[in-house]
């Protein structure tokens, strides 16, 4: 059974379009995240989300909109896709709301932007 | 703002050896620590998670170590094997507005030569 999952797996797409990656976990987590690894494998928070509700928003352009359907779930949706998006993008989830959780991954989304 | 680095951004050693990776963090205010291992491509796997009040967690031939009020973690890998070979990642884990927020470090790129 896998806990963190992610699709696609794979992205391919022009500058300019609107694409979106897709999370969801079955851990029974209350919280999920978004992060960014740049070329350089630096890994980067972006969003996190508990419950459905956006608690961090780490100065992601407006670009990026994260949605929770609910809490099993936390979808990344960008709009007018730039060259510099090209990266891996990982889901995780984890089980508090504040302190002491394990954060569990998703495979990675390899966006590519031509 | 809490920053996390990881020394030493790669190292190689022959099969068997014993060999220790670093982790400093700048903000001691943390949840927990979470090494994470990364092989080329894929996502990231959690290998030991250690709160706060922990001084150390071990699993198999890893063993690491916190000491909070230096900020500082070390993971400890015994015997060295070649499928050893991956990039390791620290995570710290801290609070923010009342929730978690992970920060990562700069991995260390391990290679063990068979």
């Known amino acids: 059974d896998t806990a963190v999952s992610q699709t696609p797996k794979y992205l391919v797409t022009q500058m300019g379009n609107d694409k979106s990656i897709k999370c969801e976990q079955n851990?029974?987590?209350?919280?999920m995240y978004w992060y960014k690894q740049d070329s350089k494998k630096f890994l980067k928070i972006m969003f996190s989300y508990n419950n459905k509700e956006l608690i961090i928003n780490e100065t992601v352009p407006n670009r990026f909109s994260p949605k929770s359907p609910d809490k099993a779930h936390l979808n990344l949706h960008i709009n007018s896709l730039e060259l510099g998006d090209s990266a891996v993008y990982f889901c995780?989830?984890?089980?508090?709301?504040?302190?002491?959780?394990?954060?569990?991954f998703g495979p990675g989304t390899r966006l590519t932007v031509l | 703002k809490q920053e996390v680095t990881q020394i030493p951004a790669a190292l190689s050693v022959p099969e068997g050896e014993n060999l220790v990776l670093n982790c400093s963090f700048t903000d001691s205010a943390i949840y927990n620590l979470q090494w994470f291992r990364q092989d080329p491509g894929k996502g990231l796997t959690s290998l030991l998670l250690i709160q706060s009040s922990q001084r150390e967690q071990t699993s198999g031939r890893l063993n690491a170590s916190l000491d909070k009020s230096s900020g500082r973690s070390t993971l400890y890998i015994a015997a060295s094997q070649p499928g050893d070979s991956a990039t390791y990642l620290c995570a710290v884990s801290g609070p923010t507005g009342g929730y978690q927020k992970v920060t990562f470090g700069t991995g260390t790129k391990l290679q063990v030569i068979p």
């Open positions: 995780a989830s984890s089980p508090g709301l504040a302190g002491g959780g394990e954060q569990f």
């Open positions: 851990l029974g987590h209350d919280t």
